[in-house]
């Protein structure tokens, strides 16, 4: 069957233009601030995505903007945009750029985690756009080779404070001696969790016996972890998030691994395999068992809204909004520097806890220790810096 | 000593899973010189036919694996109709190209929601895991499943090529397609049953694997293609025993290697196989070197 060449060349004409024009950008108004949501909606941790998302809209509802109409902050009008990055570095900062400059936004809370916001942050910083990541816990975000980035911002601790607490809590409630690391070498999150867990371990008296890696696409990891399983250690923490933490914790159990499993806030979906990781622990932002009336107040709302209990996800996006909607009635303005000042000195009483930035950019704030156990999350401790 | 039996049971279970797809490649190499790129990807659509039978449409595992097998060598076919066989007589590069652009297609075609969507689906097992082990030696249920099921396809395979009418005649296309067609065989009906064969194959690997590592998403058949893609390579392409050798040892070097060498270089090590063996013996193992004679 010969296609005419005329058919070709006519499909081409037609399609080309389509592609240029659907980049057109709207009308633009010095005034708006232009708000951009960078978040994983779908692919690998689409939960993540999907919880902030509802925390960022939730934030926006609360103080009067919506998606499809705007609104206003006192007497700024707000227009939003909402960008999938697919967990994916390269549509991460495809994305970014597709906000700055067609979209023209002025600030973007995104993304979710370390390894797409990293990257993105060098495009917001570059183009003098305000950052406020909601949960991406890697120091790298804030401060890159000793240079404060003056733009990024975060509402979450660092994995420095996220790694020391879970072997503290190792050491000092499980009374656990030896340990195995398992950590994706290409994720920046994994990497820093795993090296400050190991250092926090081994500092308190314990010993780690295997660090091994693995390649993000992988899934088969029965190599490393029947060596893992002969030199048999009470805890295997897998700092990664928890599709591929229930691929890895339902192959260990395969092959005889008693270990209790041990994580970071990555583990925090509702599609975690909780009966292959039960038992297990991680470290977190927040516990909906926690008392305090700013939290019980948020999880109301929340769950009029959308019909469930708000994972951490959702609500360190609602903190992360805050705080930028704080700055923009604080300084009624949408001008980039104004709003940076202000976030960089406010001290914001977040459903997560109180917010108050380090030199750094990061916030000093408590940690949770959740369990996983008969199919839930059940919250343990709470740390405090 | 235990723990590395150990280790080779485990390469074991992967290049068994390395074969199923490696025969696709080399039979489809052997009749049409093609390498088919998009066929890492119709393991893909195997495995979430498989998926989709069992959860979506709740059909029973011993229906889904028939049902994802028929729905691939289909599949297999319409891609040798719509995009190699225009081609045939062309240059070899062109057919090449356009492997790729069916492999890209389907990968992204399936990636749309309407389709297969981009997300990762967890597969529930069939049957529970039961573990073995006999004096530090642990073997579960799937590797012996594995096991049994490519040992009979394998073993039906070879029967197929050996010791029937078409079988012969596949052999007698990957020989010589003119002097076929000048001994009554119909090239383009054999063409496409080899394509129909090896998807079929291909969409078993696709369920075995789904089975042993339960997460499956619109790309996972790149990195297993790829690996199998290697195997026949090294096993010699165009040739059948050397497509299971070459997967074999394919499994065992990527599981060997991630234990003892270290699992951040698996990958890159199995690739450096492909580099030496085209470099060294680009025959392969069992193929013929030596040029041919006219």
Sequence with gaps: ?385 | MIEAINQILNGLQLGLVYALIALGYTMVYGIIRLINFAHGDVFMVGAFVAFLSTVDWHLPFWVAVPLSMLVCAVLGVTIERLAYRPLRYAARIAALISAIGVSLLIEYGGSLKFVFGPNYRVVPQPFSIVQWNFAGISVSNIQLIVLVTVVILLAGLQYLVTRTRIGKAMRAVSFDHDAARLMGINVDAIISYTFALGSALAAAGGVLYSTAYPQINPFMGIMPGLKAFTAAVLGGIGNIPGAMLGALIMGQVDVLSAAYISSQLRDAIAFTILILVLLVKPSGLLGKSGPEKV
Aim: hydrophobic share 40%; glycine share 8%; aromatic share 8%.
């Design chain 1, 1 to 385: 069957m010969r296609i005419p060449r005329i058919v070709a060349v006519v499909a081409i004409a037609v399609l080309l233009p389509a592609v240029v024009l659907s980049g057109c950008a709207g009308a633009k108004d010095k005034t708006t601030l232009r708000v951009g949501l960078i978040t994983p909606l779908t692919g690998d941790v689409k939960t993540f995505g999907e919880s902030t998302k509802n925390g960022f809209l939730l934030a926006m509802e609360q103080a009067g903007v919506t998606l499809d109409k705007g609104g206003k902050i006192g007497n700024v009008p707000v227009k939003l945009f909402i960008q999938d990055d697919r967990n994916d570095v390269t549509e991460g900062v495809n994305v970014a750029t597709k906000l700055i400059n067609e979209n023209k936004v002025q600030a973007i809370i995104g993304s979710v985690t370390s390894k797409v916001t990293i990257p993105i942050t060098k495009v917001t910083n570059d183009a003098k756009v305000i950052q406020i990541t909601s949960t991406a816990t890697n120091p790298k975000v804030t401060v890159e080779d000793g240079k404060r980035k003056p733009y990024a911002f975060r509402a979450c601790f660092i994995d420095p404070f996220q790694g020391t607490v879970g072997a503290k809590f190792a050491l000092d409630n499980l009374h656990a001696k030896t340990a195995a690391i398992l950590y994706d070498q290409s994720n920046d999150y994994t990497i820093g969790l795993s090296n400050y867990f190991k250092d926090a371990f081994e500092k308190g008296g314990g010993k780690v016996l295997k660090m091994a890696a693995y390649a993000t696409n992988d899934t088969d990891f029965s190599a490393v972890l029947t060596d893992i399983a002969k030199l048999k250690p009470d805890i295997l923490y897998l700092p990664d998030y928890y599709q591929k933490v229930s691929l890895i914790g339902k192959q260990a159990r395969a092959r005889g691994i008693k270990a209790i499993f041990m994580g970071g806030d990555g583990w925090d979906s509702s599609e975690l395999d909780f009966k292959v990781m039960d038992g297990g622990y991680f470290t977190n932002h927040y516990s909906p068992d926690d008392p305090r009336p700013i939290v019980q107040d948020f999880i109301k709302a929340y769950k009029a809204k959308y019909n469930a209990v708000p994972d951490a996800l959702a609500t360190l996006a609602y903190d992360a909004t805050n705080m930028l909607i704080s700055a923009v009635k604080q300084t009624q303005s949408n001008d980039v520097e104004k709003l940076r000042e202000a976030l960089s000195t406010m001290t914001f009483h977040a459903v997560s806890g109180d917010i108050k930035n380090d030199a750094d950019g990061n916030p000093i704030k408590a940690a949770a220790i959740l369990q996983i156990k008969d199919g839930k999350q059940v919250f343990v401790a709470s740390v405090n810096p």
